[in-house]
């Protein structure tokens, strides 16, 4: 599996060369090798996504979390689909799956209270989207973390 994952890291660091249509089509090929594997559909996902086929991403999003999709890509996977849900227009769909996997997003956390902001705009709460970006960044900051935090919790306040 690591020499696999390997070439599908090769078709991804050169997809701005190579473009969409030849992503997809080379992200399918070695997808073929591995069928229904949840990492080959998660693959494959990506790819659509990377693409704007959201429509088609969404089905194979779902299909890899279904048959099983573990690790760190089962938290990317719900990053993406979420993202994918929110461009679909229901961003509150998106934030109930990001709610759902947050606790279990580890070093993905960021990226969870991130795409999570976009859906919260998206669905109308702008504050709030505002407040959980902000509180996420704050550890991050070497000057004016208590500051920010304390700026994040107001928000929330008002939110």
């Not at 090769?10 to 701005?16: G, P, Q």
């Not at 704050?138 to 919790?153: E, K, N």
Request: no cysteine; proline share 2%.
């Amino acid at each position: 599996m690591n020499e696999w994952k390997a070439r599908v890291a090769a078709v991804w660091a050169a997809a701005v060369e190579i473009g969409d249509d030849e992503v997809i089509r080379r992200i399918d090929a070695l997808a073929e090798e591995r069928a229904e594997h949840p990492i080959a559909l998660f693959e494959r996902a990506g790819a659509r996504d990377s693409a704007g086929r959201e429509a088609e991403a969404e089905e194979l999003y779902r299909r890899a979390l279904e048959r099983g999709l573990d690790g760190s890509e089962r938290v990317q996977a719900h990053v993406q689909l979420a993202s994918t849900i929110r461009n679909l227009g229901r961003p509150l769909e998106a934030i109930a799956l990001l709610d759902a996997i947050e606790s279990d997003a580890g070093e993905l956390r960021d990226a969870v209270v991130a795409f999570r902001a976009l859906a919260l705009v998206d669905a109308g709460f702008a504050r709030r989207a505002a407040s959980e970006a902000i509180a996420a960044l704050a550890p991050h900051l070497q000057r004016y973390r208590v500051s920010a935090a304390a700026y994040a919790a107001e928000l929330t306040a008002s939110a």
